[in-house]
């Protein structure tokens, strides 16, 4: 590259060549991937509903959901993770209209609203207009639950509750199954008021959520990976939007999105991930 400047901060190769300086320059991971403090604005989109967005595994696929009428919206994306790129190809009905992830392989989905936790199956894995309910649970907390998220082996699950402003925790003794969920604790909102979503990065070794008074998106380390009961660090960034609803990640933790009701748009950052020293 011809300057230092021009280095890529996401992707980056494992030497670099950089002809102003005449030297090489080397990075071998991306040090601050899902560092929300490095998050620029890259580009914004129209929001088909404003309650929870959610990418499938590969980020060929994206979904949004919310009300009037209650359902989830789900689109191809060409380029992975690229929101530009999207087409709409189908909708399904959904009785709870908020939050929204899904297990490993897509062959479940899960959805939020008032102090229900939902479960779908879904005959074809990351197609909603296969999904059917198959059971849904209380929380045994007073509504509105608002997101939800599971770790990476599907034995512990939490979702924000606007009401209470907080996180609560769940163990599930069968992987992914809500039914065999038991609540284990309850920590107060990252943010300052009403937490609309919960997520965690790629390892648990971070969580994140984001709240509407005012419009935060805040991050924690977790000592122990997905153990909320382990939080510090906590940090937070303003919202572009002023009242976030939803936040995802791409697989690498480079790209961050919120989804805003303020302006009923989905906001894309850039994580400035990689750092570069010279070879």
């Known amino acids: 590259v011809a300057t230092f400047g021009d280095l890529p901060t996401i992707d980056p190769p494992q030497i670099a060549y950089v002809q102003d300086q005449d030297q090489y320059f080397h990075s071998n991971n991306l040090t601050n991937a899902f560092d929300i403090k490095e998050a620029t604005v890259q580009n914004t989109f129209s929001a088909n509903k404003t309650a929870g967005l959610a990418f499938n595994n590969d980020g060929s696929k994206f979904y949004e959901i919310g009300f009037n009428p209650d359902e989830l919206i789900e689109s191809t994306l060409s380029n992975p993770f690229d929101i530009s790129t999207r087409t709409v190809v189908g909708s399904f009905a959904v009785d709870g ?12 989905m899960y959805t939020v609203d008032t102090d229900q936790i939902y479960q779908y199956l879904l005959s074809t894995n990351f197609d909603v207009t296969t999904a059917s309910l198959d059971t849904q649970i209380s929380s045994g907390q007073n509504p509105t639950l608002s997101g939800i998220a599971f770790s990476n082996d599907g034995t512990i699950m939490v979702t924000s509750n606007i009401s209470v402003d907080g996180i609560i925790q769940f163990l599930l003794s069968t ?14 909102t990252l943010t300052n008021d009403e937490p609309r979503d919960v997520e965690f990065n790629d ?15 805040a991050q924690a380390d977790l000592t122990t990976p997905f153990d909320i009961n382990t939080v510090t660090n906590t940090e937070v960034i303003s919202s572009v939007d002023g009242a976030p609803t939803s936040i995802e990640f791409d697989n690498q933790g480079t790209k961050m999105f919120e989804l805003g009701s303020g302006n009923n748009v989905i906001t894309e950052y850039e994580i400035q991930a990689a750092q570069y020293e010279k070879f």
């Open 203 to 217: 390892d648990g070794s971070k969580l994140f959520s984001c709240g509407r008074k005012p419009g935060e998106i």
């Open 97 to 108: 209209p908020r939050g929204l992830t899904f297990n490993n392989d897509g062959s479940r």
């Open 175 to 188: 992987p992914f199954d809500i039914t065999t969920a038991t609540k284990d604790t309850f920590i107060g």
